[in-house]
């Protein structure tokens, strides 16, 4: 009994809690009420095409060689198949950029002249940074001294 409730509780996790919070931390809307409607714009979308998806394999499987009897559970059937692999799907993509991306990044910081470089840069912009600034900061006192 304890398994199934922590099934479900990872499921209602995996697909509604985890993915409107998602949205909602990562836009770029500045009131709550935006974040809340941009969060379920991104969502929707992604739950129409998972919906199209599903609707596409019970046709299949009714007009299908064997003549599946569509049921409960058979619908239960294909929504765990549909999740595992949008879970493997996702899974797949994540590896890939960890697989490729992260050896990629140790390799570069191996190398002390692209450290040194990359530094250098850094340093340069933050110092525009600072003078934009400061120009900015020595112009908008200027004008308070004078009014």
Not at 106 to 130: C, G, H, P
Request: hydrophobic fraction near 50%; charge should be positive; aromatic fraction near 18%.
């Amino acid at each position: 009994k304890i398994w199934r409730t922590i099934y479900w509780s990872l499921v209602a996790l995996a697909w509604l809690i985890l993915p409107y919070s998602k949205a909602f931390s990562t836009s770029g809307h500045f009131t709550i009420f935006q974040k809340i409607r941009h969060a379920l714009i991104i969502n929707s979308i992604f739950y129409c095409i998972y919906t199209g998806l599903f609707v596409i394999l019970l046709v299949y499987m009714r007009f299908s060689q064997d003549n599946t009897i569509i049921n409960f559970y058979s619908i239960k059937s294909v929504l765990a198949a549909l999740s595992n692999t949008a879970g493997i799907f996702l899974l797949i993509l994540v590896m890939g950029y960890g697989l490729v991306g992260i050896p990629k990044h140790m390799w570069n910081l191996s190398y002390y002249e692209y450290q040194y470089k990359k530094s250098l840069f850094k340093i340069a912009s933050v110092a525009d940074t600072i003078f934009v600034y400061r120009q900015k900061l020595s112009s908008d006192v200027k004008v308070e001294n004078r009014a």
